[in-house]
Every structure is written in structure tokens, then in C-alpha cells.
């Protein structure tokens, strides 16, 4: 019997790129026999635990959370744990022709739960189901768009959103985000773009290798203090963002020597590490760099229990610029000459070797749905509940940060 373990996450981006949801999967130490379900109850009540909170409600903001609906599930108390507001279970059409589906589907439409309706013929729909849904799934065909648009057209008539699966090219975004879907976009958000509109580092990015070459090398406050001053913005987010709730500092950080006589240099070079990213102006860079900051603390939070804290952030920073090549439009090699990394940090970036590239390479592994997964975590001795949680809470870390 299947037994599932990781959850491995595809972002869904809407037609300017930012990423409005996520689907969450369930991968399985074994492709063969049938589904758990006991096994995926409790991965969705651990979902829910994790992204709900009874104070804050659903942690990850108004993003939307995908599920497959699978059989045997659609009476299961876990799904009443999740936000239903925050939560969309795809659907195949044959459960709308089985009664007991049927009236499930209802039920859960009744409490909020969203319902994406996938493998139908929109043009053959039965006008009925059009009230139970919220969400269609459509199968772009790259070679028919024009016929395509036409029933998309037509269905933007109601109130069900489309979205668009299998989008495997940057021209079919295009055609899909003109056309109002929003998108699952599988790994084509980590292919790079033809002709990106901006290569190279902006004039807030050198400043802030200026700062993390500073840091390094252990410069004077006041002479960092000088660098900052020369860029009020720069300042103003690098502080916003030691202050978010990402940091969970009690006290608020009033100025730079402030957060060094709190946190000493070392965070402050984790920190640099994020706003160098988000400084970026390359046209594709809010996808990226969401991934690039839940890489980043989903590497960290692996390595934690194995490492010292200076360790963890070197991972933190490992995973940040395991995508500054993408955001820069520039080869890893060249990024890698303008900045001052540890051996250690290169070795993971160039060949996710090292001691931190494999932790690197299992945070990778879950957005990727790479079958090297379960191998990974258990070269690195680390349960699959402990990546699991690590995952979703560097999701919800993220969340955070971005929102500073």
C-alpha cells in the first residue's frame, strides 16, 4: 500500500507573475499500490495545523491552497480543519455523476470551500455544475489558442475562475495571463526568460555588496552607518525587515548599530543576502524571489538541528543565492565573482556538494516534486515529518517577509 509522506509544493501565478497560491501534493515512498487514506488524512490535518492559527486564522495571507480531492477523503474531519475561504479541492467531473460525491461536494461548497473542476469540456458542461464551482482547469493547447480563447471568453461570464495547467513555455504565460487565467507553472518559473529587461546589478545592489564585503571583513559600525546613510530606502527596508515578524525580535530596532549591538554581523549579513535579492528589477523577479526566500529558510530550517546558528545562515544565504543568478540575468559564475562567499556556500551553489548542499538540494527537491526527495532526507537522517513542517513554515516565513 502507497504510503504518503513529502509534501512538495507548484506555485500558481496569476498574469503578473505573483504567486497567488500553491498546489500541495502528497509524494509517496512507493509510486505502486493504493492510496493511503488514513495516512493522507493525517497529512491534511497536519497542513491545516500548520498554516492555521486560532489568533491569526490562516497564516499564509490571502493566498489560495490547492488540494487533489482524493476518494474516500470527502467525509474526513481534516478538511473541516482547514480555511475553507483559503482552500480549493480540485475534482475530476466523474465525481459530479456518483449521488454521494455529489452531495459531499455540495456540503463543502455550502461551508466555503472552493471547487476546481478538472478533465471536462467546458462548451459540454451541464449549466448546473457552473453554481457548484468556483475555479475550471484548463489544459493549455499552445497550437489551438484562438479557439481556446473564444470558450474562455465565454466562460469569464460567470464567476468561475480559470486556471491553466501545463503551462510549459514563458509564450504560453503570455497567452494565458492576456487571456485573464491564472497559472500552475510547474518548474518554467525557474527558466530564465528570453531577452530579460534588466541584466546586471542596479545601483541599491552594489551598495549592498559593498555592505555584505564590509561585514566580512569586520568594518567599523560607523563606517557601515556612513555606506547606509547614502541610500534612505535601503535603510528603511533593511530595518522593516529585522523588525518583521520573520526575526521575532521583542524590542524594535531603531538604527543599524542597534541591530549590530543586538544581533552582532552575522544575521546582518543574512539579512543583506534577502535585500540584495529583493532589490533585483529583472521583469520576472516576484516569483522568483518568493522561491528564493522559502529556499532559503526551508534549507535553514533543515540544517538547524544539525548545525551552529552561524552554520544555518550560511544556508539561509545558500539558498537566497541559489536563484541571484536567475534574478541578476546572469551566469552563476559571474555572480559568483562580484561576491565574497564562503568556500562552503560556493561548493553548495555550484554543485550542491559541501555540507550545506545537500540540505540545499532538499529544500529544492520539494518545489521541484523531484524524486530524489525521499533519498535526500534520509542521506541527511531527517523524518519526512520534519520536512514537512519545515517546508510549510518557511512558506509561512516568507509570507511574512514579503508582506514587511
Known sequence: MSQPNFIVREPLLDPAQRVVGFQLSWQSKSASGEVDVPAIDALIAFVADELNDEENGFLLGDSIIFLEAVPGLLQAASLKKLAPANTVLIFSKRYFGDQQSLDAIKELRQLGFGICLRNADATALDRSIFSLITHFEVQIDGANLAAQAKTYAALKQSNVQMVARNVGSWQSFEACAALGLSSFVGKLHLTPRPNPSHKGLNTTQTTILQLMEMIRKNADIQQLETVVKRDAALAYKLLRYINSAGFGLRTEVQSLKH???????????????????????????????????VRGRFAELLGQPFMSKTEAENLFVAGMFSLLDRLLGLPMEEVLSTIQLPESVVEALVSRGGIYGPYLALAEACELNSMLVQSLS????????????????????SKNIISA
Open 259 to 293: 541591530a549590530v549591538t543586538i544581533l552582532g554581523y552575522s544575521p546582518l549579513y543574512r539579512w543583506l543576502s534577502l535585500l540584495l535579492a529583493t532589490a533585483s528589477t529583472n521583469g520576472n523577479s516576484p516569483v522568483l524571489l518568493e522561491t528564493a526566500i
Open 378 to 397: 534520509e542521506t541527511l537522517k531527517i523524518a519526512p515529518g520534519d520536512v514537512n513542517k519545515a517546508h510549510l513554515s518557511s512558506l509561512v516565513w
